[in-house]
């Protein structure tokens, strides 16, 4: 497992990080849970996402048992704030942001998270109220550093000047989605972090399953994919035949290189050096061992053109 530095921080993260998203305290039961946090540590991955309003807190709390006991030092945790809690709380307003991160911080059983980050923009709240708040976390010690997903390059480069220029807490990383089906934050995003100390993490990098090469144009969906119990679900919008036909062009490409196609998915976000960092998510240890074998991947000219081509 090779690891790289988030931002300008302090932090060095794994290539893979786990996401606990829709499996911890979801779809999978918490012995599968733990299963996958041993393997995690087993494969030398250190970095574990999660956020509030996953599972409505639930995901927090499995991934804080499954942490348990092991010494802090020894893995990197990131979650989130804004989106909407069971009792109606929402948003980055300063009571949520100081309320929210005391609520993480019990749920995950930690003093401190690594990471703290604004789950989207929240357009309702002034953003100097929002990062002022944030930096209070910092200030108590609650999290190390802060960071954003889903925000613009615009966005960030506003909040790393107002940090600049009111003394808040700097942005270190963003999350955004990005895969070979997704490359929108090529366009501003990523140059605009780069020219500002901001790492990504990125989420979805296999197109929630499609990249794995299971899904084939012009074939009924199996019964047991997440394509076919997210039947209206964001997924879909890689199920069209085009989306589908360009993914199986990269089978002979991974083929070649003597990869799965997901670790050739993995290895091509990770070729890029502003990506510090994939979030997979992953039901069974086997699959993270596949996914965590993406790491240390290199992809050479040729290769990265014969990818270019077929999507």
């Known amino acids: 497992m090779r690891y790289r530095q988030l931002g300008d921080s302090g932090l060095h993260v794994s290539e893979i990080c786990l996401g606990t998203w829709t499996t911890f305290g979801g779809s999978l039961?918490?012995?599968?849970?733990?299963?996958?946090?041993?393997?995690?540590?087993?494969?030398?991955?250190?970095?574990?996402?999660?956020?509030?309003?996953?599972?409505?807190?639930?995901?927090?709390?499995?991934?804080?048992?499954?942490?348990a006991g092991?010494?802090?030092d020894s893995f990197v945790v990131a979650t989130k704030?804004?989106?909407?809690?069971?009792?109606?709380d929402r948003g980055l307003s300063r009571e949520q942001v100081l309320k929210q991160i005391d609520g993480s911080l019990?749920?995950?059983?930690?003093?401190?998270?690594?990471?703290?980050?604004?789950?989207?923009?929240?357009?309702?709240?002034?953003?100097e109220e929002t990062l002022g708040a944030l930096t209070e976390v910092v200030e108590a010690g609650k999290a190390r550093y802060i960071g954003v997903s889903n925000w613009s390059g615009e966005q960030i480069r506003h909040a790393v000047e107002l940090a600049h220029e009111r003394g808040f807490a700097k942005i270190v990383s963003s999350q955004p989605e990005y895969s070979l089906l997704y490359r929108e934050p090529e366009g501003d995003m990523i140059p605009a972090s780069r020219e500002n100390g901001v790492s990504q993490i990125v989420y979805s990098p296999l197109a929630q399953?499609?990249?794995?090469?299971?899904?084939?144009?012009?074939?009924?969906?199996?019964?047991d994919t997440r394509a076919a119990s997210h039947r209206d679900g964001s997924i879909w919008a890689y199920m069209e035949d085009d989306a589908l036909e360009r993914v199986q062009r990269l089978r002979p490409i991974a083929d070649r290189l003597g990869?799965?196609?997901?670790?050739?998915?993995?290895?091509?976000?990770?070729?890029?050096?502003?990506?510090?960092?994939?979030?997979?998510?992953?039901?069974?240890?086997?699959?993270l061992r596949d996914n965590a074998d993406a790491s240390g991947v290199d992809l050479d000219d040729e290769t990265r053109r014969a990818i270019d081509a077929a999507m």
């Open 29 to 67: 039961d918490e012995d599968g849970a733990l299963a996958l946090v041993d393997t995690a540590f087993e494969l030398g991955i250190d970095f574990f996402d999660t956020a509030n309003v996953y599972g409505g807190g639930r995901s927090e709390e499995v991934l804080g048992r499954a942490l």
């Open 70 to 72: 092991r010494p802090r």
């Open 81 to 88: 704030v804004y989106g909407e809690m069971p009792n109606g």
């Open 106 to 127: 019990d749920r995950l059983q930690l003093d401190f998270v690594d990471l703290y980050q604004c789950h989207s923009y929240d357009d309702d709240v002034p953003v």
């Open 209 to 223: 399953g499609v990249l794995t090469g299971k899904y084939r144009p012009g074939e009924p969906v199996a019964g």
């Open 259 to 287: 990869l799965t196609m997901a670790q050739l998915a993995l290895a091509w976000v990770l070729r890029e050096p502003n990506v510090a960092s994939a979030i997979v998510g992953a039901s069974r240890p086997e699959q």
